[in-house]
C-alpha cells in the first residue's frame, strides 16, 4: 500500500505534507504534488498535515479519484524531489474548495528545491 495525493491539491499545492515526510516521498509539479510509492513507507503522518485533504492511503482512495494511483506512480518519475516547505501557489485560497479540478493539472515539472 502507498499514499496518494488526489485531485484536491492541484492549483494549491500546499507544501506542509513535504515537511514531515521522513524519506522524502514526495514530488513537485507545476501545479500539485505526487507521492513517490517506491519511496513512501506508509507511515501516514502527512495526512494530517495536508490543509485540503488531497492525501489518501491507496485503499482509502475515493473511487472518484482512481486514476490518481496511476498519475502519482508515473508523474513520480517525471518530476524532481521536494524535501521542504513552500509557500502555496498564490491561488491556492481560491481553489482550496473547488471541485473537478483534473483538467487543471499541470503535468509539467516544478522547481523543486
Known sequence: ??????????????????????????????????????????CDLCVPECPVQAIFSEDDLPEKWTEYLELNVRLATEWPEISSTKDELPEADEFKDVDDKRHLLDESPGNAS
Do not use: H, Q, S
Open 1 to 42: 500500500m502507498t499514499y496518494i495525493v488526489a485531485e484536491p491539491c492541484i492549483k494549491c499545492k500546499y507544501t506542509d505534507c513535504v515537511e514531515v515526510c521522513p524519506v522524502d516521498a514526495f514530488r513537485e509539479g507545476a501545479n500539485c504534488l505526487v507521492i513517490d510509492p517506491d519511496i513512501c513507507i506508509d
